[in-house]
């Protein structure tokens, strides 16, 4: 299930619900309210991708990846991200403005480590976090160049937000 929390009311509904899901894992939202959803299949090592419209309709982007995690819009509505917690792999996808994807392809393998939440800075840079030895947060531009890894003080972070009106 995906729930709708009213701000006002604190009340909490079902948003959409699709039975065919394994475990939808971490959320993305695009500008147009478009949420899409990371659905690892953990005991296969699978996973998809989900679209649930503003309507609440749900649909199938992607199956056939490994284990999947983050997922994140680009900052101008024109990339679909998606990492593999266990292939270390992370996807980029064209998105359409109606939430299609198209034109999938490998942007990154971080070796050594679990990909876990994913994040982009209003540049277009996706923080990751990454459960490996020392944990840490690697920092990806979006043509796939790691730039950086900020080291954490935990071995195994897992969701990152930003916050403000900036994001």
């Known amino acids: ?25 971490d959320l993305a939202i695009g500008a147009n309210d478009i949420l899409y959803a990371s659905d690892p299949d953990w005991t296969k090592s699978t996973g998809r991708i989900w679209r649930i419209g503003t309507d609440g309709a749900v649909t199938l982007l992607d199956s056939g990846l490994g284990t999947t995690n983050g997922i994140e819009v680009s900052p101008d509505n024109r990339t679909l991200y998606v990492n593999e917690s266990r292939q270390n792999n992370i996807y980029a996808y064209d998105l359409s403005p109606a939430g299609e994807i198209s034109g999938k392809r490998l942007l990154l393998n971080l070796k050594a480590s679990s990909l876990d939440g994913m994040r982009c800075d209003m540049a277009g840079n996706l923080y990751i ?15 796939g160049a790691l730039i950086r890894e900020v080291n954490l003080t935990g071995s195994s972070p897992s969701n990152i937000a930003f916050g403000g009106p900036d994001g």
């Open 129 to 143: 976090t990454r459960k490996n030895t020392a944990g840490t947060i690697a920092i990806v531009s979006p043509q």
């Open 1 to 25: 299930n995906v729930l709708a929390v009213d701000m006002t009311t604190r009340t909490v509904t079902v948003y959409a619900h699709e039975s065919a899901m394994s475990q939808p894992n």
